[in-house]
């Protein structure tokens, strides 16, 4: 079984990481999106929310798993005996910095190898940074992200 890693902070999760997960989803047989924890850095929602809130956005789609881990991302593809990192591209931008990030995993963990996947141009722009941005001066976040993290954060925001 071809286990793909799809890692990141997902705070909150939007519609373009659920498009590149749809993605992965067809291509490999088993996705575990693996929401990385950071002690020393504070995220905008907690680490417990944000997996609660991706399992309620993609209970539809059945060879996902969510998972949250602390370390490297290399470590925590070992031990879930993953040798697929998967990884979103919305912009050039974006590919600079994934493809330094993939050598450095590959270095340290040759058996593991990076699938970038391309957003569709509707998500291009959309970026967690810029739903949280939205929320926090009180616009509509609902065309950004899924129903269930919408619905949490209008209510827990009081929009």
Same mark, same amino acid.
């Given at each position: 079984?071809? %286990? ?10 939007? =519609?373009?990481?659920?498009? %590149? ?12 999106? #693996?929401?990385?924890? =950071? ?17 309620? $956005?993609? @209970? ?9 881990? &602390? ?20 912009? $050039?931008?974006?590919? &600079? ?7 450095? /995993?590959?270095?340290?963990? /040759? ?17 967690? $940074? ?5 929320? %926090? /001066? ?9 129903? #269930? @993290? ?5 209510? #827990?925001?009081?929009?």
């Amino acid at each position: 079984m071809t %286990i793909a890693i799809y890692p990141g902070s997902f705070d909150p999760i939007t =519609n373009g990481h659920i498009d %590149i997960l749809k993605s992965g989803a067809e291509i490999f047989e088993k996705v575990i999106i #693996a929401v990385s924890y =950071n002690a020393n850095k504070q995220g905008f929602l907690p680490i417990d929310t944000r997996v609660k809130l991706i399992k309620d $956005s993609v @209970v539809d789609i059945k060879n996902v798993e969510v998972d949250a881990f &602390e370390g490297l991302t290399v470590e925590y593809a070992k031990k879930r005996g993953a040798s697929v990192l998967l990884r979103g591209l919305r912009t $050039s931008f974006d590919f &600079e910095y994934e493809m330094q990030l993939s050598q450095t /995993n590959h270095a340290l963990y /040759n058996n593991i190898k990076t699938v970038f996947l391309i957003t569709k141009p509707e998500y291009n722009f959309i970026s967690s $940074s810029c739903v949280r941005e939205i929320l %926090i /001066n009180k616009g509509d976040i609902k065309p950004f992200v899924p129903k #269930a @993290v919408a619905d949490y954060l209008i209510t #827990a925001y009081g929009i």
